[in-house]
């Protein structure tokens, strides 16, 4: 069975839906990439996937043996972030709240998975470093070890290179996609259509056409290959 | 000077008002740095005006322990004003402004139009501005306050760690299975207790100082969240002291002594942070 399914889900705000009737899945160890326009409603799918929200009709299905609060997140930064006074290993570590339950503080496992995963972001020799001093990729690499300190399965990724620069936003593609390789499934929302076709499996458009297939199906598709040729018009101008 | 500060301190009133006062200024303290992140900085000012409020409906009721009607009322405006968060349609500085404005002119009303007492201005004066209230506890308020100042402060030590979660990311929380409403509560819930005890010290109008003052001043020195917490509570707690002793050497009014001396206590900070090169960039 999939990680997760999505069935006949609609989604919207109050009464207003602005999507409907989506359908798809996913499975261990793909890399899902969601694009669509500004205002399709990524996001709200996103809130939606990780229960923040519930949708208007339909259903998500968790299988697998995942459970739902283990899924790693990685939200786009807040207003409160960014003058926050907190160092990166307490952030990293808040990643293991959800396993804690009521007991209040941190046991000796968790404080090693988050230096673990601290090492595996190369973010080790920040760890007492003030996060808010932080550059933009390394702030992001902060808040993807603390997903990663959430969930062993899957990460949701929501504009994870917005407001990076060129070789910072390769740089934490490759990331992505070495997590990807290392068995994690990836959920990647993102308006960067170019790099979602180099590195995503599968690739989910939402909007006015709805598609959901391989990378290959939706370059070949209507929908894609219009969104790529606008896309790529526009960047070129 | 110390002849006349070791006479002061032999009247068991003095020694009362000095062990509350550092109890409130450490208890408020504590929850001060996640409303400054919060974006609740005011919250301090809203929940003493909601509490004024209620004293004054006390008061023309005839309750003899005003306690019973304040921390409830206080604690369900906390509940309201916090628990709605980011999803509000009245935003936040929004939502404590009317509620605040609000009940203080309520309050007032109330106390002109049903006044039982000859002195209304003097009433209102100590009620906004704490006076002298603090120089008149009885030993029962004094046992009141310093047992929830230590349930206060064992359960932000209990919930440290969910605090900071739920403060640096709300939706992070969420997902990933912490109860982040709960923890919003709890702490809606604590800040009104908290509010009410700081009442008696330094009145309505100096409480967001206290909540808000220590948070600040830390935050120019140190980097991480529990440094942060502890410099925010060890600053309260002396400049609680000083301002206490000050008012009590020179006569001054103990609130707006205890606030001059966190004012001072900021200015000293700011100036630290500046020239060690510090955290504001």
Not at chain 2, 196 to 214: E, R
Not at chain 2, 248 to 262: K, N
């Amino acid at each position: 069975m999939a990680l997760l399914t999505i069935q006949n889900l609609s989604l919207g705000y109050d009464s207003h839906t602005f999507l409907e009737n989506l359908n798809f899945s996913v499975n261990a160890g793909e890399y899902l990439c969601i694009v669509g326009e500004n205002g399709s409603g990524k996001t709200t799918l996103m809130k939606t996937l990780l229960q923040l929200q519930e949708p208007i009709s339909g259903r998500i299905l968790v299988g697998d043996g995942l459970k739902s609060n283990e899924i790693g997140y990685l939200p786009q930064q807040t207003v409160v972030q960014k003058d926050f006074p907190a160092s990166v290993r307490e952030i990293v570590l808040s990643g293991c709240q959800g396993r804690c339950g009521l007991r209040p503080f941190y046991n000796r496992e968790e404080k090693q998975l988050a230096e673990d995963n601290m090492e595996r972001m190369g973010i080790a020799s920040l760890s007492g470093r003030c996060y808010r001093e932080l550059s933009g990729g390394q702030q992001q690499r902060v808040l993807l070890a603390r997903a990663l300190c959430a969930t062993r399965k899957v990460l949701l990724l929501d504009e994870p290179v917005s407001g990076l620069d060129p070789k910072v936003t390769a740089e934490m593609y490759d990331l992505i996609s070495k997590l990807n390789q290392e068995g994690i499934t990836i959920i990647m929302i993102s308006h960067d259509i170019s790099a979602a076709i180099r590195y995503a499996s599968h690739v989910l458009h939402i909007g006015t056409n709805i598609f959901y297939g391989a990378r290959d199906e939706y370059v070949k598709s209507d929908v894609g290959s219009f969104f790529l040729r606008e896309q790529e018009g526009g960047d070129s101008k | 000077m110390m002849d006349k500060l070791g006479m002061y301190l032999s009247y068991p009133f003095v020694r009362y008002a000095l062990i509350v006062g550092v109890l409130i200024a450490l208890c408020s303290s504590l929850l001060g740095v996640t409303l400054v992140l919060k974006r609740f900085s005011f919250i301090g000012d809203g929940l003493s005006h909601v509490a004024f409020g209620a004293m004054a409906i006390a008061s023309v009721v005839g309750l003899t322990n005003e306690m019973l009607l304040v921390l409830p009322i206080t604690v369900i405006s906390a509940i309201l004003l916090l628990r709605t968060g980011q999803n509000a349609k009245i935003k936040g500085d929004a939502a404590i402004a009317m509620i605040s404005v609000g009940a203080l002119a309520f309050g007032y009303l109330i106390m002109n139009i049903f006044s039982t007492s000859s002195n209304l201005s003097g009433d209102v004066c100590s009620t906004l501005f704490g006076s002298t209230s603090i120089l008149t506890l009885t030993r029962r308020e004094v046992w009141l306050c310093a047992v929830l100042s230590i349930v206060v402060a064992v359960i932000f030590v209990l919930f440290y760690n969910k605090i900071f979660a739920v403060t640096f990311d709300e939706n992070f929380s969420k997902a990933t299975g912490t109860n982040a409403d709960s923890y919003n509560l709890l702490i809606a819930i604590v800040i009104a207790v908290i509010i009410v005890l700081a009442m008696n010290l330094v009145g309505s109008l100096l409480i967001s100082a206290l909540v808000i003052f220590p948070a600040l001043s830390a935050m120019r020195l140190f980097r991480s969240f529990r440094q942060v917490t502890i410099c925010s509570a060890v600053l309260s707690v002396i400049c609680a002291f000083t301002g206490i002793i000050i008012s009590i050497l020179a006569g001054t009014p103990v609130g707006s002594t205890i606030v001059a001396a966190q004012v001072a206590a900021f200015a000293i900070c700011y100036v630290a942070g500046r020239l060690t090169g510090g955290v504001l960039k």
